[in-house]
């Protein structure tokens, strides 16, 4: 682990299917890179295609988006919505000069703990691949893009 | 906006998190890393969700005037509600506490320690920023309707129904078969007390029929469920009977004069006959007959009518039509039961090829007094006693090849089996075994009975039974091939019937009976609960509930406690007349909705209302799911999600990234 890359990578995961075949990963004590940290979602549907842009402004070199399976949504059809906007969002990502392969969509039921698990280690081997997110250093608007928020800046707070 | 107050508590878990992350250097971390974001104090404790972790909370709370908690221990789906109460008894809004998972995410998943405690800041530090932008919010409350829908008439079913209709709820109880009764119904003896099946279900049966209480559908299906808990709207489809219940008195005289037999093949499984117009069995509830439309001679040639023209009450109508039935229930309990494995499937047992290879649904129903044969026990030609027997146990069990799973009850009614052939023709009886699982109450004991009775136990898993016979007295009779895994040897066994123990497995519609209630399905396809073992009958879904065997295989006694216990959660749910909801609630800013109505059509549950007059969209809460999806498509950002707004996801995902920390690490973050 010394000199290799490690790629940092946002997952983001719905409530019901995702989230919890990633609980069943953990209770099943199957093992999986650490590179990836997590963020619950209550459906796959939710996800803003700001969330991806913003992880990956911020640092994060992939991003993975996982939800129910097709026709297993606890929302009926919302994980097609979030399909949708996958697609678009690796076109966009390309037109910015991202390559798409930096997201990924993974379908994982709540008793689909080894594919979660699988599915991870073969997206940080992906993004390990691609190396470290560049992003182009000049062009209009890109210093407001990569802005960190104010609030979070760093200052001394008197208690 | 003022600084929060946070405090921040990681947990050890005994050694399951600090095995693997360091939380002593964590906690501190956190406290000098994050307190310029506001954490004024950061406690590692052994175990958080103990009453003396959760006292700690509540003392800091106090104490220290804290306005946010995150709590890094196991996964939120665990233990969120125990912190968020320990907040609300010291005097904190629940929902201004966050659960981060530092155990199912981090320590249970990592090996380097290094790597996992610096995950377990990273997800922390997520946590911090998050928990800034929560809001105190109140759960909703909704009215919950007092009926609810019971699926599947088995004995799990029954006694669901029975429970909360004496408990003075109506239940509905919808039934694909013509009766209720399920599995139970066609079985002789019950293990391990042999009491009669019939005896002891058919009294309830019968209740479930008179019950006032009970609205029972039989020869119907769900066919669609909508609403949420408290107020589900569920779509019956009753199949056509052909036969007017209202008029019908279950005499019996249609199925007298009914000309045509065919073949019963689901309850007699294939070894008896029954009429066209027919009831499953003679204590069917309700005991209106069906007629078979596919076999019907009037519906194939137009000419019969037998059954109308004696009919004494003219109940028979050909001209039924199926109806569509809608029903408004606050809560649905799931007792939808197994199907047989198809032995078929394992074609060296021969079952299908070879005559004297029977099912064990088969030979439950040649033992039944009300069975094909009266009871009495024959090979395929209906007049030959056995005088030997084989009983294979775990036939489409413990095996890769077909199921992983332990069926639970074959071993049992194997044993059953074996003391029951031994009862009725004196054969010498083999059973085939892997393991002998007898754990409950009074089940060894029955293995010890039918050990001292004199049944061969062979351990060893059967390679095959063929006809091949390799000298004269093997000869007509079938041979069961098996390595004898106690003594080390093969043997050639010769017997005249082979009964097989199938698995029992999933209902072959498991997967759209999950997805029409909105459940999942473990790999092998039965309904997952929502915990394993401290929530065996509840989901995920609120207000469905699950008992019997679609939750997993099991024996007539846990059924039966499954369906009592699902049913004192739908009783306690009902007598407080409403249930509290999470107040995750997508929200319109009229201000800033440009009326552009794309949120309209993305919710699957029709909650956002257009307003005409003022050209804006508004979200009906009491519909409103809270996944989201309009929030992320809304152009205007006019729309809020509760509980997940953008500000918290995107102040979540700048903490995982450890924006927030003092010493920047810059080169980890591309700004120029």
């Given at each position: 682990?010394?000199d290799?890359f490690?790629?940092?990578?946002?997952?983001?995961?719905?409530?019901?299917?995702?989230y919890?075949?990633?609980?069943?990963?953990?209770?099943?004590?199957?093992?999986?890179?650490?590179?990836?940290?997590?963020?619950?979602?209550?459906?796959?549907?939710?996800?803003?295609?700001?969330?991806?842009?913003?992880?990956?402004?911020?640092?994060?070199?992939?991003?993975?988006?996982?939800?129910?399976?097709?026709?297993?949504?606890?929302?009926v059809?919302q994980?097609?919505?979030?399909?949708?906007?996958?697609?678009?969002?690796?076109?966009?990502?390309?037109?910015?000069?991202?390559?798409?392969?930096?997201?990924?969509?993974?379908?994982?039921?709540?008793?689909?703990?080894?594919?979660?698990?699988?599915?991870?280690?073969?997206?940080?081997?992906?993004?390990?691949?691609?190396?470290?997110?560049?992003?182009?250093?000049?062009g209009?608007?890109?210093?407001?893009?990569?802005?960190?928020?104010?609030?979070?800046?760093?200052?001394?707070?008197?208690? | 906006m003022?600084?929060e107050?946070?405090?921040?508590?990681?947990?050890?878990?005994?050694?399951?998190?600090?095995?693997?992350?360091?939380?002593?250097?964590?906690?501190?971390?956190?406290?000098?890393?994050?307190?310029?974001?506001?954490?004024?104090?950061?406690?590692?404790?052994?175990?958080?969700c103990?009453?003396?972790?959760?006292?700690?909370?509540?003392?800091?709370?106090?104490?220290?005037?804290?306005?946010?908690?995150?709590?890094?221990?196991?996964?939120p789906?665990?233990?969120?509600?125990?912190?968020?109460?320990?907040?609300k008894?010291?005097?904190?809004?629940?929902?201004?506490?966050?659960?981060?998972?530092?155990?199912?995410?981090?320590?249970?998943?990592?090996t380097?320690?290094?790597?996992?405690?610096?995950?377990?800041?990273a997800?922390?530090?997520?946590?911090?920023?998050?928990?800034?932008?929560?809001?105190?919010?109140?759960?909703?409350?909704?009215?919950?309707?007092?009926?609810?829908?019971?699926?599947?008439?088995?004995?799990?079913?029954?006694?669901?129904?029975?429970?909360?209709?004496?408990?003075?709820?109506?239940?509905?109880?919808v039934?694909?078969e013509?009766?209720?009764?399920?599995?139970?119904?066609?079985?002789?003896?019950?293990f391990?007390?042999?009491?009669?099946?019939?005896?002891?279900?058919?009294?309830?049966?019968v209740?479930?029929?008179?019950?006032?209480?009970?609205?029972?559908?039989?020869?119907?299906?769900?066919?669609?469920?909508?609403?949420?808990?408290g107020?589900?709207?569920?779509?019956?489809?009753?199949?056509?009977?052909?036969?007017k219940?209202?008029?019908?008195?279950g005499?019996?005289?249609?199925?007298?004069?009914?000309p045509?037999?065919?073949?019963?093949?689901?309850?007699?499984?294939?070894?008896?006959y029954?009429?066209?117009?027919?009831?499953?069995?003679?204590?069917?509830?309700?005991?209106?007959?069906?007629i078979?439309?596919?076999?019907?001679?009037?519906?194939?040639?137009?000419?019969?009518?037998?059954?109308?023209?004696?009919?004494?009450?003219?109940?028979?109508?050909?001209?039924?039509?199926?109806?569509?039935?809608?029903?408004?229930?606050?809560?649905?309990?799931?007792?939808?039961?197994?199907?047989l494995?198809?032995?078929?499937?394992?074609?060296?047992?021969?079952?299908g090829?070879?005559a004297?290879?029977?099912?064990?649904?088969?030979?439950e129903?040649f033992?039944?007094?009300?069975?094909?044969?009266g009871g009495?026990?024959?090979?395929?030609?209906?007049?030959?006693?056995?005088?030997?027997?084989?009983?294979?146990?775990?036939?489409?069990?413990?095996?890769?090849?077909?199921n992983?799973?332990?069926?639970?009850i074959?071993?049992?009614?194997?044993?059953?089996f074996?003391?029951l052939?031994?009862e009725?023709?004196?054969?010498?009886?083999?059973?085939?075994?892997?393991?002998?699982?007898?754990?409950?109450k009074?089940?060894?004991?029955?293995?010890?009975?039918?050990?001292?009775?004199?049944?061969?136990?062979?351990?060893?898993?059967?390679?095959?039974?063929?006809?091949?016979?390799?000298?004269?007295?093997?000869?007509?009779?079938?041979?069961?091939?098996?390595?004898?895994?106690?003594?080390?040897?093969?043997?050639?066994?010769?017997?005249?019937?082979?009964?097989?123990?199938?698995?029992?497995?999933?209902?072959?519609?498991?997967?759209?009976?999950?997805?029409m209630?909105?459940?999942?399905?473990?790999?092998?396809?039965?309904?997952?609960?929502?915990?394993?073992?401290?929530?065996?009958?509840?989901?995920m879904?609120?207000?469905?509930?699950?008992?019997?065997?679609?939750?997993?295989?099991?024996?007539?006694p846990?059924?039966v406690?499954?369906?009592?216990?699902?049913?004192?959660?739908v009783?306690?749910?009902?007598?407080?007349?409403?249930?509290?909801?999470?107040?995750?609630?997508?929200?319109?800013?009229?201000?800033k909705?440009?009326?552009?109505?794309?949120?309209?059509?993305?919710?699957?549950?029709?909650?956002?209302?257009?307003?005409?007059?003022?050209m804006?969209s508004?979200?009906?809460?009491?519909?409103?799911?809270?996944?989201?999806?309009?929030?992320?498509?809304?152009?205007a950002?006019?729309?809020?999600?509760?509980?997940?707004?953008n500000?918290?996801?995107?102040?979540q995902?700048?903490?995982?990234?450890?924006?927030?920390?003092?010493?920047?690490?810059?080169?980890?973050?591309?700004?120029?």
């Open positions: 682990m010394s290799q490690e790629p940092v990578i946002i997952g983001f995961t719905c409530n019901w299917c995702s919890r075949a990633a609980d069943m990963a953990g209770t099943a004590r199957m093992k999986y890179a650490p590179n990836v940290r997590l963020i619950r979602l209550m459906c796959s549907g939710r996800l803003d295609p700001t969330f991806v842009l913003k992880a990956l402004a911020g640092g994060a070199d992939g991003v993975m988006i996982t939800g129910c399976h097709p026709g297993d949504c606890h929302y059809s994980n097609y919505k979030a399909m949708r906007r996958f697609l678009l969002m690796r076109r966009t990502l390309k037109q910015m000069g991202v390559e798409p392969e930096r997201l990924k969509l993974v379908w994982a039921s709540a008793a689909e703990g080894a594919i979660f698990t699988d599915e991870v280690n073969k997206f940080v081997e992906q993004v390990r691949a691609l190396g470290s997110l560049h992003w182009p250093t000049s209009e608007g890109y210093e407001q893009m990569f802005a960190i928020p104010e609030h979070m800046i760093a200052k001394e707070v008197t208690p | 003022a600084q107050k946070i405090g921040v508590y990681v947990c050890h878990c005994g050694s399951n998190i600090a095995g693997t992350v360091d939380v002593e250097d964590v906690a501190k971390w956190a406290a000098e890393q994050l307190h310029h974001r506001g954490v004024v104090v950061a406690r590692d404790y052994k175990f958080m103990s009453s003396l972790g959760q006292e700690l909370i509540e003392k800091d709370i106090k104490q220290l005037g804290l306005t946010r908690v995150v709590v890094a221990a196991c996964s789906h665990l233990h969120e509600r125990t912190f968020r109460t320990a907040c008894n010291a005097g904190l809004n629940p929902y201004l506490c966050e659960l981060v998972s530092i155990r199912e995410q981090v320590s249970w998943v990592h380097d320690k290094v790597a996992a405690t610096e995950k377990a800041k997800i922390i530090s997520g946590g911090v920023e998050r928990v800034i932008w929560h809001e105190a919010l109140e759960p909703l409350k909704v009215p919950i309707h007092p009926a609810t829908l019971v699926v599947g008439g088995g004995i799990a079913g029954i006694q669901a129904a029975l429970e909360i209709a004496d408990a003075g709820f109506p239940v509905y109880m039934e694909r013509p009766s209720i009764g399920g599995h139970m119904a066609q079985f002789d003896k019950t391990p007390t042999l009491d009669c099946s019939a005896c002891i279900l058919t009294p309830k049966m209740d479930v029929g008179n019950h006032p209480n009970i609205t029972l559908m039989t020869w119907s299906e769900v066919m669609r469920v909508d609403g949420y808990v107020n589900f709207q569920v779509t019956v489809r009753q199949k056509p009977r052909y036969v219940t209202e008029l019908c008195t005499c019996g005289i249609c199925q007298e004069k009914c045509k037999k065919v073949i019963d093949e689901v309850f007699e499984a294939g070894l008896g029954r009429k066209v117009v027919y009831t499953p069995f003679p204590q069917a509830v309700p005991n209106y007959p069906v078979d439309r596919e076999n019907c001679t009037y519906f194939i040639k137009g000419t019969c009518k037998a059954c109308q023209k004696f009919c004494p009450t003219e109940a028979i109508d050909f001209e039924q039509k199926e109806e569509f039935i809608q029903i408004d229930v606050g809560q649905i309990i799931l007792a939808t039961g197994y199907d494995f198809d032995p078929r499937k394992i074609a060296q047992y021969g079952y090829r070879l004297n290879v029977f099912s064990s649904l088969e030979f129903r033992t039944n007094a009300a069975g094909p044969t009495k026990l024959y090979l395929r030609d209906g007049v030959t006693v056995p005088k030997t027997v084989a009983i294979i146990h775990c036939s489409g069990s413990r095996d890769k090849n077909y992983n799973y332990c069926s639970n074959c071993c049992m009614q194997s044993l059953k074996a003391h052939a031994k009725k023709t004196g054969a010498e009886v083999y059973n085939f075994y892997i393991d002998i699982r007898t754990p409950a009074a089940y060894d004991e029955f293995y010890q009975r039918v050990l001292e009775e004199g049944t061969h136990m062979i351990r060893g898993r059967v390679a095959e039974v063929t006809d091949a016979a390799r000298g004269t007295k093997d000869e007509g009779k079938l041979i069961v091939q098996v390595e004898d895994t106690l003594i080390g040897k093969q043997r050639r066994i010769p017997v005249d019937m082979v009964i097989l123990s199938a698995a029992l497995v999933p209902r072959k519609d498991h997967h759209e009976t999950a997805r209630f909105g459940l999942s399905c473990s790999s092998d396809g039965w309904l997952i609960e929502r915990h394993p073992k401290l929530d065996p009958v509840a989901t879904t609120e207000g469905i509930f699950i008992a019997g065997c679609a939750q997993g295989p099991k024996d007539i846990a059924s406690a499954q369906g009592a216990a699902a049913a004192a959660r009783i306690g749910k009902i007598q407080q007349h409403e249930i509290a909801m999470e107040p995750v609630r997508a929200t319109v800013d009229q201000e909705c440009s009326g552009c109505r794309i949120c309209n059509n993305l919710c699957p549950f029709n909650a956002i209302l257009f307003h005409e007059d003022r804006v508004e979200v009906n809460p009491a519909l409103c799911q809270g996944c989201g999806t309009c929030v992320a498509g809304c152009p950002g006019a729309i809020t999600g509760t509980g997940f707004s500000e918290q996801v995107l102040a995902i700048d903490g995982l990234l450890l924006h927030n920390i003092k010493h920047l690490e810059m080169e980890a973050v591309p700004v120029p």
